[in-house]
């Protein structure tokens, strides 16, 4: 089994290449979700590994979202269609590490955004455009500082909406990720406070205008819109930040994310 090893980087257990080779055979073979992998026995006999090996090598597997271990006497691992939750929040935790403002998230953003809009145009069914008028109108019922992080929540889950319903998997997931960084970022630095009505209104008026453009399959029109919707956006949360920094460097103010329990536990002793 090729391990892929390179001098400089961290030697793979060999869980982790039982694993890798496993993801390769699952592709080569075509496995759907609801297919199964061979049992323990079988694995433990075609790798010449112990239980405990391939059992670590199928948890990463479960971890990874790609099988579901079940027990009992029809148990085993069984394959699932793997979901973006898991990519995406080990990128994102990834990016925790490092130095990440809103400009940054809208130099990708300003580009992804509009070409997803446009692929989705004569894509939309009644059904979705329902979603679509159904986030505005919960957008349109936030009155208290609650409500407006609640707010920035459904204005980035409208764009997450359109990204369902976009034909190519890849963008749809940069789109989503982009979306999850933002939500992060609201949740980081408060960015749903203080009020700002004029930002509330611009997105309110900009997701107005893109449901028109879609419902009439306006293409041209609707990259337009989405390109000063992303541009537009980014101004705002560019004055915003400015503005949560001019603020703790005047005064005190509270935008220390929610305190970990892990703070509670006594001092380690050496």
């Not at 939750?85 to 998230?105: C, G, I, K, Y």
């Not at 992804?112 to 809009?117: D, R, S």
Request: proline residues 6%; charged residues 30%; negative net charge.
């Amino acid at each position: 089994m090729a391990s892929g090893f390179t001098p400089g980087t961290r030697r793979p257990k060999l869980a982790e290449l039982i694993s890798e080779d496993i993801k390769r055979w699952i592709a080569a073979e075509g496995l759907d979700a609801g297919d199964r992998l061979p049992n323990e026995k079988a694995l433990m006999a075609l790798y010449e590994s112990a239980k405990g090996t391939i059992r670590e090598a199928l948890k990463i597997l479960e971890v990874e979202g790609l099988i579901t271990l079940k027990t009992g006497p029809k148990g085993g691992a069984v394959i699932n269609q793997p979901g973006m939750e898991p990519a995406s929040r080990m990128l994102r935790n990834f990016l925790h590490f490092q130095t990440l403002d809103a400009h940054q998230v809208y130099q990708l953003r300003k580009l992804l955004e509009v070409e997803l809009a446009a692929s989705v145009v004569g894509r939309l069914g009644e059904a979705d455009f329902e979603l679509l008028e159904a986030n505005m109108s919960a957008c349109a019922c936030c009155d208290n500082d609650e409500d407006h992080r609640h707010q920035r929540f459904l204005e980035l889950e409208f764009h997450q909406l359109l990204a369902n319903v976009c034909p190519n998997p890849l963008l749809a997931f940069m789109c989503r990720f982009l979306n999850d960084m933002l939500r992060d970022l609201v949740v980081i630095k408060k960015a749903y406070i203080p009020e700002r009505k004029q930002f509330d209104q611009a997105n309110h008026d900009y997701h107005r205008r893109l449901i028109e453009a879609y419902r009439r399959e306006d293409t041209p029109e609707v990259r337009r819109l989405m390109a000063e919707h992303m541009a537009d956006a980014e101004q705002h949360m560019s004055a915003l930040e400015t503005e949560m920094a001019e603020q703790m460097l005047t005064g005190p103010v509270d935008t220390a994310p929610p305190r970990s329990r892990l703070h509670d536990l006594p001092p380690p002793t050496a």
